[in-house]
Every structure is written in C-alpha cells, then in structure tokens.
C-alpha cells in the first residue's frame, strides 16, 4: 500500500439550504462571496440517486468554496438533537479585527443577530447564523509569537488528559 501524501487544504464544506436564492444573497451580497458554480442535477454522482437537486458554491480568497444543496423542498436543514447550536460552526478568516468589526457592522445592519468580537487569546471572532441554522464565525489570528508552536507541543497532553476525565467520569456514573 502506497505512503499516503499530506493533505493540502479544504477544497470545500457543503451544507444543505432552505432555498438557494436566499442563501445566495446571504453568501454573495451580503458576505461578499462570489458564487463562482452553480449545478442542477437529478441523479447524485456517488449514490445513482434519483433525486433533483441544485450544488452551488461560494469561492473564498484562499481558493476554497462554501457550498450549498438545494433539494427543492423548501425544508430548514435540522440542527444535531444531541449537539448545542455553538458547536458546530464554519469559521471564515479574514485579515484583521478592524475586517471583523467591518464585517460585525455589516451583518448588524442587514439585521442579522451577532455575538463578538469574541477574544479567545488566539483569535478575534464574531459569530452569526446564515438563513439555514449554519453558525459561522468570521476570525482573524491574533495570536502571540510562538503560540502555534506551544499549543502543538501541549496538543496530545491535553487530549490525554480530556480522555482521562472522560474515563473517570463513566466511572463513577
């Protein structure tokens, strides 16, 4: 078996949207992200599904895509019943606080709800949802020299000791 080669990036995230014109103007008027494809099908490539649907994506500076399905059922995708609503998120960077404040004024005044500027010692962000439940933050690293390269070296210690809580835990359960 061939030595598997490093992964190089994020190509793209897909989530399921109520209506793809809304996300649309959400994605690219609001945000600012092009929608650069944009896809109708009624057969899914990987399955031989018969269902019709639309795959369109939004292109960020690094290359990467945001990426939507539109199944024409007009349905809101449902959250995760066992997983709070900040947990699963898609965080976006951007280049400074001053990006994430512009970007924090500009989702207020569309009247979109927002949380932040949020300082987590490594990042400053602010958090939103987009028309279909999906939480995204927009970030910018604010981290000090050298914090990268401590967080790795202390990264396996502190999942060990997360695993252990965890096991004491279900215990004394």
Not at 48 to 70: K, R
């Amino acid at each position: 078996m061939a030595d598997a080669k490093p992964l190089k990036g994020m190509y793209h995230f897909a989530y399921p949207c109520r209506d793809a014109e809304e996300t649309r103007h959400f994605y690219e008027d609001i945000l600012g992200l092009p929608l650069v494809n944009c896809m109708m099908s009624e057969r899914v490539p990987s399955t031989g599904e018969e269902t019709p649907y639309v795959h369109f994506f939004f292109e960020l500076q690094d290359g990467s895509y945001i990426a939507f399905f539109d199944l024409g059922g007009d349905e809101m995708p449902q959250p995760s019943p066992n997983t709070p609503d900040w947990v699963q998120h898609f965080a976006i960077e951007t280049e400074s606080i001053e990006n994430v404040q512009a970007m924090k004024d500009r989702l207020d005044a569309h009247g979109i709800e927002t949380i932040g500027l949020v300082d987590h010692e490594f990042v400053r962000s602010v958090y939103f949802f987009d028309p279909n439940g999906l939480r995204l933050e927009i970030t910018t690293r604010t981290e000090p020299p050298g914090f990268l390269e401590q967080a790795a070296a202390e990264a396996h210690d502190t999942l060990k000791a997360w695993n252990a809580r965890k096991a004491a835990a279900r215990a004394t359960a």
